[in-house]
């Protein structure tokens, strides 16, 4: 068993204090999901504590909610009088092959037809059903991401212990840090009531730990601008994940797009990527370049299975890692199910999310101790080894959607108004909120 914040708090650099977490509850699951949420909020919460210290002298304390932690690690957002679309594709999902189980992740339309370029056009999942069940696990796992699309077979944790990529993530830590060269003095602009004003954040990230660092980092006062591609739409998710940014289109195929976003990177003081490992150097936008546009920039990535082994260049997602990292298989057996069970919430997502936006923190109090720039790179499959090591949790009957909406803001979003639940962190002086409601993908200019 290990201590999920102890663990947090260690590779971050953080002083290993305890952080009270108030209130009674956990969600129902074969892991500690409540103890993995309140810890990564707390850890996200701490560095920015530590983040004002030295700017002040004095260093605020910080406490979770352990029920809101829960609530905030399904979705925060209650809509009024109309309803958030559906999360999955009709045809995403798991699936029993010939000897096992294997997960399709088809949101996104080039996924979809990359499975479907291996299995033929499905208009159902019934039909889909009768398809995968001809297929041994393994070789249709292979088959649709060699297509280019996004799936995941059913592994055990001993499976994954043995397997390349499971002994590549083993080998990494939960955050790795870098540093880069040092570049002109910024000053902190901040006060303790906002300690990230004055701050450019670049979000290139997309579904969805990226985005729950970048909202964060908003909600502590940063600029937020995030860049999608032309066509590139979430509709399930835009809603949770936009408070308190700017969004913007930019297609990084196109010379002018380009020189906008290089203009966008010079100034930026936080670039937040979730591209897979060797998508922006492909795009001309490689570390090196990067530095060279970006004198001490702070940058932190995120992949899906790691930055080692042979998967490092692998699409993937939350769902995928808990098929191919044996959460799906534990919650199955925890559960004495007959079909794979995931995690109640998209853990993996929202744990490496906060656990970015306190990278970012920390390596923003090394640049203005030091005048130099760094980099952190994290996984969701390196987040799972922290959440299956520490084992189970307790259980207590708390669901995602029990919460109480009464004396909430009403926030005013493009698709209606909608109650935003009461944040879960606590930092004395220093309330997060958001300035900007939550907005459609493209709606704003791309300049800060």
Known sequence: M????????????????????????????AFAVTELACA???????????????????????????RLASFWFSTSLRPIGWSLPPLWDPVAGDYACADGWIRLHTNAPH????????LGPCTDRSEMTTRVARWNKSELEQAVVDAG??????????????????????????VQFAHSDAAPHKPWLGSVAQPLAGLKVLDLTR????????????????????????????????????????CAR???????????FEALLKDADILLHGYRADALEHLGFGNEQRRQIAPGLIDVSLNAYGWSGPWQNRRGFDSLVQMSSGIAEAGMTWKQASQPTPLPVQALDHGTGY???????VLLARRLESGRGGSARLSLARTARLLIEHGAGPQAALRPEDNDDQGLLVEQTPWGPAHRLQVPLKISGTPLQWTRAATELGAHRAQW
């Open 207 to 246: 579904v969805l730990a990226g985005p729950i660092a970048s909202r964060f980092l908003a909600g502590l006062g940063a600029d937020v601008l995030r860049i999608d591609p032309p066509t590139w739409n979430e509709p399930g998710v835009v809603p949770e994940v936009t408070l308190g940014k700017r």
């Open 355 to 361: 656990l970015m936006a306190a990278s970012a923190i």
């Open 250 to 260: 930019l297609d990084l195929h196109r010379p002018d797009d380009r020189s906008v």
């Open 40 to 66: 990564g909020i707390a850890v996200a919460g701490q560095a920015t504590a530590e983040l004002i210290q030295p700017q002040t002298g004095r260093r605020p304390s910080v406490e979770v909610d352990r």
């Open 111 to 118: 996924h979809r037809l990359a499975a479907e370029k291996v």
């Open 149 to 174: 699309g996004c799936a995941a077979q059913m592994r055990s944790w001993q499976a994954w212990q043995a397997h390349p990529q499971g002994r590549a993530v083993n080998g990494e830590p939960l």
């Open 2 to 29: 290990t201590d999920l914040l102890t663990s947090m708090q260690a590779a971050l650099g953080l002083p290993t204090t305890p952080i009270p977490f108030t209130s009674e509850g956990a969600l129902s699951s």
